[in-house]
């Protein structure tokens, strides 16, 4: 039997070593997520701003938060986000575990298949673990914004001891201090705990705890179809490239390729359900009036608000994802195998 028919295409989850697999991929994971915390900073704002009244596009958005609150700003709300690592590792050992049961107990042998299928149920349990941490990590996400006033300033104040002055100056306060429909005092966000203390508070009091899966079905219907097609169009791409490539290529670089594919494929075809699940978990409006707003504010250009950013996220996270995936899976392959895979 020659080395090309033996050679393993996709390393399943039962050829790895898991002491290894499983610290490596969480380590991996913390990296592409303080990599690229930003622009999913930047997505959010995008999105859940009414029209362009703050940011006229990504690249504004970043210098502009970077010149208001400085470079901690693009990372706030970062160490809440870094929770998701957790629900990240159940995603990725359900999907591994998927696919496994179905090639093994359902007979599925088609790994396009496999993909979509596991990809979409994996979803479901990383959405379902992911979704509070995501409420409360976009409240974060939104603090320090400056509004914009029709003068696109704030109207000045006059220095006065009156009780107009005095509310005067509170509501200007206010303005720069705004979390959507949460008001949170400089001194709860003088500190990272304080700020996410208040917004738990904030939330449980407005909505209980069913507060916390506010937009839960929406991110289901989002991410569960952007994760199936991410790793449908992951595996065709990979297939395509592998079968037009010349011998000698790395398949790690076929991968590598593939990934960033995926990634701009998926972004495209989910984000106007991305934009809807954002406005819904910060506003708490419903869906039906949420969609509204958004037709309203920006008609069919609606579907694009925030693309650049995600575009941006999506390339470069499906890049070093599958970089780092791909590496671990090779690390961590078994003696048995390791003659049988190809980098």
């Known amino acids: ?26 380590a991996s994971g913390l ?15 995008l999105q859940i701003q009414r029209s362009k009244t703050i940011y006229n596009g990504t690249f504004d958005a970043l ?7 400085g470079s901690s700003g693009l990372y706030r709300g970062f160490w809440v986000s870094c929770l998701q690592l957790f629900p990240s590792m159940a995603y990725i050992s359900s999907y591994e575990g998927i ?26 349990v990383g959405q379902t673990l992911a979704v509070p941490l995501d409420i409360v990590t976009q409240h974060l996400m939104l603090m320090g914004r400056r509004e914009k006033t029709k003068d696109s300033k704030l109207s000045p104040v ?26 949170i005092s400089e001194e709860e966000a003088r500190t990272r705990l304080g700020s996410v203390k208040a ?38 791409y990979s297939n395509i490239l592998y079968s037009m490539s010349p011998d000698g290529i790395p398949r790690l670089g076929i ?23 954002a406005r819904l978990q910060v506003e708490g409006l419903k869906l039906r009036e949420t969609v509204e707003i ?28 599958m970089l780092g995936y791909e590496t671990i899976k090779r690390w961590s392959i078994l003696d048995e195998y390791k003659d049988r895979i190809r980098w």
Request: net charge positive; glycine share 6%.
């Open 158 to 183: 006059k220095k006065s001891t009156s009780p107009e002055a005095k509310a005067e100056k509170v509501k200007a306060k206010q303005k720069l201090t705004k979390l959507q429909h949460f008001h």
């Open 63 to 69: 210098i502009k938060i970077g010149r208001n609150e």
């Open 255 to 277: 991968q590598v390729v593939a990934a960033p594919l995926s990634g701009v494929s998926s972004a495209l075809l989910t984000n106007p359900m991305d934009v809807i699940r």
């Open 99 to 124: 696919r496994h049961y179905m090639s093994e107990h359902m007979g599925v042998t088609d790994n396009s298949a496999r993909a979509f299928f596991a990809g979409g149920a994996a979803s479901i």
């Open 294 to 321: 958004l037709w309203r504010e920006e008609g069919m250009w609606m579907a694009t608000k925030g693309l650049s950013a995600r575009l941006v996220q999506s390339i470069t996270f499906s890049f070093f994802l």
């Open 199 to 236: 917004i738990v508070k904030a939330i449980y009091k407005q909505d209980g705890a069913l507060g916390f899966y506010k937009g839960y079905f929406v991110s289901l219907a989002c991410f569960a179809p952007n994760s199936a097609l991410w790793w449908f169009f992951y595996d065709s």
């Open 1 to 26: 039997m020659s080395f090309e028919m033996e050679e393993i295409q996709v390393i399943e989850l039962k050829m790895m070593d898991k002491r290894k697999y499983f610290p490596l991929t969480l």
């Open 31 to 45: 990296t592409i997520r303080s990599m690229l915390y930003p622009f999913m900073l930047i997505k959010t704002r």
